[in-house]
């Protein structure tokens, strides 16, 4: 897929698609960057969440109609039929109405959208007050559709309702982030300014709102229960990774890599610290003053700097790097909860890609032996290159493919992928860094076991207890497999328990990802290149796992 192709008419279904679903969500339209973005927020209600599956029934009609023209057309239609087919079987099955939990709803994502709005001139501020004053709108029909779950006795878990209206009540608050949004404003005139503070107290009530309608009206109702049950599970499970794969099987799978990795970081311990003490050799490492950064700007610096290099270090080798993408920005977030996360470049290009840390309170030492890692997960060769190759391909892939279409086990499989292959190819400097890339595999191989465990009701293995999973065994299992700090690792939790076969997606990914690469190895022989293989991997944007296996190995 490396020449310039003429648009097909399925092409134009996905065009269509997208520019229509931007149009009911223009939240995501800001986040994605597109030009000329509906005003306000979007309808959150029971009614915009109908129109929304509407949308997606309408298009699957037409892709059914419309005949492929090449094997772009080929993934395009399997894409959009695997991804709107399971939009409107959540949509259906309820999963849309009572969205809420700790990372991923509507509570985090009406207040990221601030993070992403262009704010260098006036007239963006002005936009920006315009934003402000519509969350009151977005929030109501938010809170309608959370009523409407619930009546129909769809209500999330106390500690995901518990946690939401914390973070709410924090939004709300006159040191919150609404009001020093606003306040951040310079340069702007008095009009403006006004409107901001305006549209900033509105925005803070309407969170205000929000966490009363949790505490009052949903707690009462809210199950103790964190699982959602293997029903359930299993429609998120395939949403996440656009793959169907064996629950059971995975959970098994799971329970040995955990053991596998350990194994792994026992054997690095012994080159650290000539013990394979694993703790022993991170608190060698942590002690080293060669690996740590202070300062939370510093770190920043440190960031940057490790992402330039590895930029150069890997364009013209083991990836085709686009010029356009070369840049990534590293920022520390506005927010506080120690997560780490990517958003991608604007439509055109001209917002880059960004990696943020929303460092937690107190935290003013970093290691960086831990952190490499992550700068190759969220930046190159992981997201940052991934989202980038995509969004350069304008002279190949429709408008949805290159932005409309994200999925999980792809996105952050591939992404843990290039955390193993930046290890393969050299990056990782020393076996401090290859300890804390494993440490994080670690993790990620243990919210496996949790998650599947937990939401299916699998038995905990002897690690953990035994018997049936509880919170309290899946926090000493975590605590037992894991080197964060104890206030990330419980958001992590928190996160699992809410958003079900998300977390699982990064490590069930990444092996779907491994074994699609070994076998166009074995099919290829000694003709296979990495360089090739990455480059038609990537070209074919996110898509899920199923299709991409059937374009790559068909």
Request: net charge negative; proline share 5%.
């Given at each position: 897929?490396?020449?310039?192709?003429?648009?097909?008419?399925?092409?134009?279904?996905?065009?269509?698609?997208?520019?229509?679903?931007?149009?009911?969500?223009?939240?995501?339209?800001?986040s994605?960057?597109?030009?000329?973005?509906?005003?306000?927020?979007?309808?959150?209600?029971?009614?915009?969440?109908?129109?929304?599956?509407?949308?997606?029934?309408?298009?699957?009609?037409?892709?059914?109609?419309?005949p492929?023209?090449?094997?772009?057309?080929?993934?395009?239609?399997?894409?959009?039929?695997?991804?709107?087919?399971?939009?409107?079987?959540?949509?259906?099955?309820?999963?849309?109405?009572?969205?809420?939990?700790?990372?991923?709803?509507?509570?985090?994502d009406?207040?990221?959208?601030?993070?992403?709005?262009?704010?260098?001139?006036?007239?963006?501020?002005?936009?920006?007050?315009a934003?402000?004053?519509?969350?009151?709108?977005?929030?109501?029909?938010?809170?309608?559709?959370?009523?409407?779950?619930?009546?129909?006795?769809?209500?999330?878990?106390?500690?995901?309702?518990?946690?939401?209206?914390?973070?709410?009540?924090?939004?709300?608050?006159?040191?919150?982030?609404?009001?020093?949004?606003?306040?951040?404003?310079?340069?702007?005139?008095?009009?403006?300014?006004?409107?901001?503070?305006?549209?900033?107290?509105a925005?803070?009530?309407?969170?205000?709102?929000?966490?009363?309608?949790?505490?009052?009206e949903?707690?009462?109702?809210?199950?103790?229960?964190?699982?959602?049950?293997?029903?359930?599970?299993?429609?998120?499970?395939?949403?996440?990774?656009?793959?169907?794969?064996?629950?059971a099987?995975?959970?098994?799978?799971?329970?040995?890599?955990?053991?596998?990795?350990?194994?792994?970081?026992?054997?690095?311990?012994?080159?650290?610290?000539?013990?394979?003490?694993?703790?022993?050799?991170?608190?060698?490492?942590?002690?080293?003053?060669?690996?740590?950064?202070?300062?939370?700007?510093?770190?920043?610096?440190?960031?940057?700097?490790?992402?330039?290099?590895?930029?150069?270090?890997?364009?013209?080798?083991?990836?085709?790097?686009?010029?356009?993408?070369?840049?990534?920005?590293?920022?520390?977030?506005?927010?506080?909860?120690?997560?780490?996360?990517?958003?991608?470049?604007?439509?055109?290009?001209?917002?880059?890609?960004?990696?943020?840390?929303?460092?937690?309170?107190?935290?003013?030492?970093?290691?960086?032996?831990?952190?490499?890692?992550?700068?190759?997960?969220?930046?190159?060769?992981?997201?940052?290159?991934?989202?980038?190759?995509?969004?350069?391909?304008?002279?190949?892939?429709?408008r949805?493919?290159?932005?409309?279409?994200?999925?999980?086990?792809?996105?952050?499989?591939?992404?843990l992928?290039?955390?193993?292959?930046?290890?393969?190819?050299?990056?990782?400097?020393?076996?401090?860094?290859?300890?804390?890339?494993?440490?994080?595999?670690?993790?990620?191989?243990?919210?496996?076991?949790?998650?599947?465990?937990?939401?299916?009701?699998?038995?905990?293995?002897?690690?953990?207890?035994?018997?049936?999973?509880?919170?309290?065994?899946?926090?000493?299992?975590?605590?037992?497999?894991?080197?964060?700090?104890?206030?990330?690792?419980?958001?992590?939790?928190?996160?699992?328990?809410?958003?079900?076969?998300?977390a699982?997606?990064?490590?069930?990914g990444?092996?779907?990802?491994?074994?699609?690469?070994?076998?166009?190895?074995?099919?290829?022989?000694?003709?296979?290149?990495?360089?090739?293989?990455?480059?038609?991997?990537?070209?074919?944007?996110?898509?899920?796992?199923?299709?991409?296996?059937?374009?790559?190995?068909?």
């Open positions: 897929m490396s020449s310039a192709r003429r648009p097909t008419a399925l092409d134009a279904v996905a065009e269509r698609h997208l520019e229509r679903q931007l149009r009911l969500q223009p939240a995501l339209a800001l994605l960057g597109a030009p000329d973005a509906a005003p306000g927020l979007g309808d959150r209600s029971p009614a915009g969440l109908e129109a929304l599956a509407d949308l997606s029934r309408a298009t699957l009609r037409e892709v059914a109609a419309t492929v023209a090449d094997d772009v057309d080929r993934v395009t239609a399997a894409a959009l039929t695997e991804r709107l087919s399971l939009e409107v079987a959540l949509h259906e099955a309820g999963e849309t109405l009572g969205d809420l939990n700790v990372i991923a709803s509507p509570v985090q009406l207040r990221m959208v601030f993070d992403l709005l262009p704010t260098g001139t006036a007239g963006d501020w002005a936009d920006a007050a934003r402000l004053a519509a969350v009151p709108d977005a929030v109501a029909g938010y809170c309608a559709s959370l009523r409407e779950a619930a009546s129909r006795g769809r209500v999330a878990a106390r500690r995901q309702v518990v946690e939401c209206a914390a973070e709410a009540d924090q939004h709300a608050a006159a040191d919150g982030f609404f009001h020093a949004f606003a306040a951040s404003a310079t340069d702007v005139p008095d009009t403006v300014r006004a409107d901001l503070a305006a549209g900033a107290a925005a803070a009530g309407a969170y205000g709102d929000l966490a009363r309608v949790l505490r009052e949903l707690l009462p109702l809210a199950p103790e229960a964190d699982a959602v049950g293997a029903d359930r599970y299993r429609l998120w499970s395939q949403w996440f990774l656009g793959a169907r794969v064996d629950l099987d995975t959970y098994a799978w799971g329970l040995a890599e955990v053991e596998r990795v350990r194994a792994e970081m026992a054997a690095v311990a012994r080159e650290v610290c000539g013990s394979p003490d694993v703790a022993a050799a991170e608190a060698v490492l942590d002690a080293d003053p060669a690996c740590l950064v202070h300062g939370a700007a510093a770190f920043r610096d440190w960031m940057q700097e490790r992402s330039d290099a590895t930029v150069a270090a890997l364009a013209g080798t083991a990836f085709d790097v686009p010029g356009e993408v070369r840049v990534l920005e590293c920022r520390i977030a506005p927010t506080t909860s120690g997560g780490i996360y990517y958003t991608g470049p604007s439509e055109d290009l001209t917002r880059p890609g960004r990696m943020w840390w929303a460092v937690p309170p107190g935290q003013t030492t970093f290691s960086t032996w831990r952190e490499a890692t992550t700068v190759h997960h969220e930046g190159v060769p992981g997201h940052h290159l991934q989202m980038g190759v995509t969004a350069a391909r304008r002279d190949v892939l429709n949805w493919r290159r932005s409309g279409c994200w999925v999980s086990g792809h996105g952050e499989g591939w992404a992928y290039a955390e193993r292959l930046a290890g393969e190819l050299g990056l990782l400097r020393g076996p401090g860094e290859v300890l804390g890339m494993l440490d994080a595999q670690l993790l990620r191989a243990a919210r496996v076991v949790v998650d599947l465990g937990v939401h299916c009701g699998f038995t905990a293995p002897a690690a953990a207890g035994g018997g049936a999973w509880t919170y309290g065994a899946a926090w000493e299992y975590l605590r037992a497999n894991c080197g964060v700090h104890d206030d990330v690792l419980r958001f992590e939790l928190s996160r699992y328990l809410g958003w079900p076969g998300q699982p997606s990064y490590k069930v990444e092996r779907l990802w491994s074994q699609l690469r070994e076998g166009v190895r074995e099919r290829e022989g000694a003709a296979f290149d990495l360089r090739a293989f990455h480059r038609r991997a990537l070209d074919l944007g996110s898509v899920g796992l199923d299709v991409l296996r059937t374009a790559l190995l068909p």
